[in-house]
């Protein structure tokens, strides 16, 4: 046995196994609600969370990462399915996944870097909120023996790893309390309560759609703003996991691996997914880490609602009510809210702004799209910050030097030009660029106009030390040395 296939599969076992079912079962409900989101059969997102599962076990960048279907993709789903039907919700799916694969051949999971941890703490934190939020409609309006069956399955969450860490906790609690429940005959709700389980393996079937352009334009709308927001939440789960794993992940291989688990998905009767936050902190947290968790959880979980229905259909809702509580908690960044009067108000704002976008509109894609841009603004704005033009004499008479320090672009150009002193009585300036670099047309441009509105007063204008960068696209673009575009510039 190779060691990398030792490492990726066998390096873990029992935690990998146990940690595997708790994420099976923790599934079932969810893949069932995200399956009538979407307004489809329950089948079809219990088959998908199956295919996603396994197949991203194989070829997904993040090992113990989970995949399955998801409620922000369910989302996403629900007029397709509405005005056209399961059929092409299958189709989408399989677009969906072409467009994921052809994104890792493009390399787009190298764009993470891009995403500041500001961004990656709102998004964090708002995924918590809404896993907390969607436990809600479990606990209101019930008897007394939901909150009871709660608050018991949270206590032996947090105390039984104090009696032993070898059996993950949040499985003790759904053993238990399912126990408990069908001994004493709870009129509780229960995952049999959630919908139908399907009593068959999921079977190889073709989407029953026209194979011409009309069908393509009809999917295409839905499929690309799934593949942006699967790969957008898989990409920001896998860095999680790195976090907590203390470990690397190829986030092209990841996307990869999305495409090919959604194109599966499609053949098999299942929609479209992605990473699941909520499942993935589960899995490390119940001490999950290798592909074999991922792989457990999938086969595990069409084990259960297949052969052992019944019994998985007794599980009462409160149990898994406290688990998903135990990850919200769990998932939440407290160290943030603490950090609020240590960190800039820039960092604090992109994290605030993201978790507000994020939890009103319930779209992971528009906070974190919200977010890399307040990020980028502030960015942009304080590197322009960064610019320093000193004036000084220079060798003779009627000579300024003006000595340009920093980064001139967009941001900044304004400020380049202000530091210019057209009206002064000399005869000659020289523009020391030594220090400088310009990056964009913006900046540019505001060399152009520095040196033409010298020019106009009657002083001549040299410019010094460009290093290769910049005079490259000063070479190309400016226009102060091209005495045809300023005749075109000046209207002539």
């Given at each position: ?20 079912l708790v994420v099976a079962l923790a599934l079932i409900p969810e893949a069932i609600a995200f399956s009538i989101i979407a307004g489809v059969d329950p089948k079809v ?271 009462p809702m409160a149990a898994l009510v406290a688990v998903m509580i135990m990850v919200s908690i769990g998932t939440f960044s407290w160290e943030s809210i603490f950090n ?89 300036v020289t523009i020391d660029l030594s220090r400088a670099h310009f990056w964009d047309l913006t900046a540019v441009g505001a060399l152009d106009k520095v040196i033409l ?40």
């Amino acid at each position: 046995m190779s060691p990398s296939l030792h490492y990726n599969w066998f390096s873990n076992v029992r935690g990998d196994i146990l940690s595997g079912l708790v994420v099976a079962l923790a599934l079932i409900p969810e893949a069932i609600a995200f399956s009538i989101i979407a307004g489809v059969d329950p089948k079809v997102g219990l088959y998908a969370s199956f295919c996603i599962a396994v197949i991203t076990a194989f070829a997904g960048g993040r090992p113990g990462m989970i995949s399955a279907a998801t409620g922000a993709m369910a989302l996403l789903m629900v007029t397709l399915v509405k005005e056209h039907g399961l059929e092409y919700l299958l189709a989408a799916t399989l677009l969906t996944g072409v467009i994921q694969i052809g994104a890792g051949y493009l390399r787009l999971g190298s764009l993470m870097r891009f995403v500041s941890r500001s961004v990656v703490t709102g998004f964090v934190n708002a995924l918590a909120i809404l896993i907390f939020m969607a436990q809600l409609p479990e606990l209101i309006d019930v008897t007394w023996h939901v909150y009871a069956m709660t608050a018991a399955g949270l206590v032996i969450i947090y105390t039984f790893p104090y009696l032993t860490t070898k059996i993950p906790s949040p499985l003790v609690c759904i053993l238990v309390l399912t126990a408990v429940s069908m001994a004493l005959g709870l009129d509780i709700r229960t995952v049999g309560d959630m919908g139908e389980l399907p009593d068959t393996l999921p079977i190889f079937l073709w989407p029953d759609v026209p194979l011409t352009l009309e069908t393509l334009w009809i999917i295409l709308p839905y499929s690309l703003p799934l593949a942006v927001v699967g790969l957008l939440e898989s990409l920001m789960t896998a860095t999680i996991v790195d976090d907590l794993t203390d470990t690397s992940s190829d986030k092209n291989r990841e996307c990869k691996g999305q495409g090919l688990a959604n194109i599966g998905a499609g053949l098999f009767g299942g929609m479209a997914g992605c990473a699941m936050i909520g499942q993935s902190v589960i899995n490390v947290k119940s001490g999950g880490r290798t592909r074999l968790s991922t792989l457990i959880a999938g086969v595990v979980l069409l084990i259960l609602v297949v052969f052992l229905d019944e019994w998985v259909s007794q599980i009462p809702m409160a149990a898994l009510v406290a688990v998903m509580i135990m990850v919200s908690i769990g998932t939440f960044s407290w160290e943030s809210i603490f950090n609020l009067r240590k960190h800039p108000m820039s960092t604090n704002i992109v994290m605030l702004t993201t978790v507000a976008v994020v939890v009103a509109t319930h779209n992971l894609a528009f906070g974190v799209f919200a977010g890399v841009l307040l990020a980028a603004l502030f960015f942009a704005n304080k590197i322009g910050q960064f610019l320093y033009i000193g004036k000084e004499d220079g060798e003779g008479e009627n000579h300024r030097v003006y000595r340009v320090v920093g980064q001139v672009f967009f941001s900044s150009s304004d400020k380049f030009i202000d530091a210019f002193d057209f009206k002064e009585d000399t005869d000659r300036v020289t523009i020391d660029l030594s220090r400088a670099h310009f990056w964009d047309l913006t900046a540019v441009g505001a060399l152009d106009k520095v040196i033409l509105k010298f020019r106009r007063e009657g002083i001549a204008v040299d410019t010094v030390g460009l290093n290769e960068a910049s005079a490259t696209i000063v070479d190309k673009f400016a226009v102060h040395d091209k005495p045809d575009q300023i005749d075109e510039l000046m209207g002539h």
